[in-house]
């Protein structure tokens, strides 16, 4: 299924440019019995500076979508690092604290590992409050076994509060996205350089198939890879849960 959708919004966006640059070369062939030397000149500025604004655009929205992605995969490590450490140190504590920490920490990793196969819009409401009441386990039972030995507070607090801290800045993470009205400005502005691209074509009279459709296709590709950079639990570039698969915990 979300190959399907992927592959429907690829030929969308390239049949969207398609047609941008199919009627900006017809515009152009009209225009072009009229056409002097000067604006002829004149349409090749303007070609080169809406291909640099599509550049610039371009740069920075990939850029801040490949930076959050790589942000997302960072907290998943952190997260993976944090359970890993809490089961350790749960080791120190006592006896049933010892026990109802790691079978906690189990459970919630579980949790974890199965959250993107649950839902791929983000987190709903139903996830949120799985979590918050796994994160009151999780300090019910470190908290009541250092509350019997107090010298291991900072020992065994400190992993699991990262444990909660982490799931806050992996939700904050999921909601940033690329803001709609510059998505909309960075579409607008790659069929806008399409079709003054086609309308150069037209007024030379020449269609050029090879160029200007190895265009179409990188424009749309950047497109296609930007907004699915963006969204790393829908689409085909999918962010990696193996850090918390990796996690051994064995049997008490």
Known sequence: MVYLVEAAIAVGLLATLSIALDLGFRAGRRAGASEH???S???GA?????????GLLLAFSFA???????ERQDLIVQEANAIGTSWLRAELLDEPQRSELRAALQDYTRSRIEIPARSRDGWNEEMLAEADRLHGRIWR???TGVARRPELSLVILTPVNEVIDVHSLRVNASIKHVPGLVL????????LSVAVIGYGCGIGGRRRWLLTLSLVLVIGSSL????DLDHPRQGLLQLDDAPLKMLKFPAQ
């Open 37 to 39: 030397d000067g604006e």
């Open 41 to 43: 000149g004149q349409v």
């Open 46 to 54: 303007i070609q080169g500076a809406v291909l640099g604004l599509l």
């Open 64 to 70: 801040a979508a490949g930076s959050r992605f790589f």
């Open 141 to 143: 039972a470190a908290s």
């Open 184 to 191: 909309a400005l960075l579409v607008a502005c790659s069929l």
């Open 224 to 227: 296609w890879i930007t907004v």
